[in-house]
């Protein structure tokens, strides 16, 4: 066998290295937007009608609609008894193993039915169809508010930087509980770790124990009557922030909610939530599987005056 001198051979692995570098820098710096083979799916926002809300129709190509809310702050997915039904999806009392309906992304979605009190409709009167964690972590999900979109990206094709030197662009990591996302945000200068939820209309709801976690307990709150949610009428009062940062993006001003008596214990340790309308300023893109989250701010989004949950 012939063998190269031990200098030769470095040299070699060096120059071959290199090369590999230049491959490899030039593949990252094409990684800022997916391939189209990266793209699984994109699907428009539907029901224009509730425009702080991200709805998304799943159904295969030409089969009757499969209507859902995109979720982060949902866990699994959920379907309404009413809802299911007008969906085709028979009942089956006393079913504990999930549903399953077939997706436009050559998967099934696997749900189940919110029968607990009635196997004939919600029992808040709100029927929805909620699309949680359990089945969205399996992708890179991008939110694009511009253009009123949602792409499923494949995360071995795609994947949000750790990094990002791009002007009007940031990179967040988040926190798992379980498929649930908690990300930190500042406000009025305090950090805050609050569940990122697409399921809410709003920028911010605070529980009275985080409010006061952060030093805010004594602000002047103002009635904001009560507001709607999976698990009946919540109570609430509003704050004006002055300063409210996501990602490093100054937000704020805004109206935040404020529920005393917190979230039915459905929103993480300190019962708050983010919500649609602090997110709409940017472009998301959600990598479950690597914990991190890109924010791409849009130059032409106005700011609202004020913005409270509807």
Request: aromatic share 10%; charged share 25%; proline share 6%.
């Amino acid at each position: 066998m012939h063998c190269r001198p031990f200098r030769e051979s470095v040299v070699g692995l060096v120059l071959f290295g290199a090369i590999l570098g230049v491959v490899f820098s030039g593949a990252l710096a094409s990684a800022g937007e997916p391939t189209p083979d990266a793209v699984l799916a994109e699907l428009p926002f539907e029901r224009p009608e509730e425009s702080h809300r991200v709805y998304v129709n799943l159904a295969p190509e030409g089969q009757r609609p499969f209507m859902m809310l995109l979720d982060t702050g949902a866990s699994g997915s959920v379907i309404t008894p009413a809802l299911a039904r007008s969906m085709g999806v028979s009942i089956r009392r006393h079913k504990s193993s999930p549903y399953r309906k077939k997706t436009r992304l050559g998967r099934d979605l696997q749900f189940h039915i919110d029968d607990a009190h009635s196997d004939t409709g919600s029992r808040t009167g709100w029927e929805y169809g909620l699309l949680g964690g359990d089945f969205m972590d399996d992708y890179v999900v991008e939110l694009d508010f511009a253009q009123r979109r949602v792409r499923f990206l494949d995360p071995g094709q795609y994947e949000v930087p750790k990094a990002t030197t791009e002007s009007g662009e940031s990179i967040v990591p988040f926190k798992r509980s379980g498929t649930r996302i908690l990300v930190p945000v500042q406000i009025e200068g305090e950090t805050l770790w609050v569940l990122f939820d697409t399921g809410a209309p709003g920028s911010l709801l605070l529980s009275g124990k985080a409010l006061s976690k952060i030093g805010l307990d004594g602000v002047p709150l103002q009635d904001a009557g009560s507001v709607g949610t999976a698990s009946g009428e919540m109570e609430v009062k509003w704050y004006r922030a002055q300063s409210l940062r996501l990602g490093g993006f100054e937000i704020g001003p805004r109206d935040i909610l404020v529920a005393p008596k917190g979230f039915y214990n459905l929103a993480g340790t300190n019962d708050s939530v983010l919500g649609f309308e602090a997110m709409e300023p940017f472009l998301v893109r959600i990598d479950y599987k690597r914990r991190r989250i890109l924010l791409k701010q849009d130059p032409d989004y106005l700011y609202p005056a004020r913005g409270a949950f509807e």
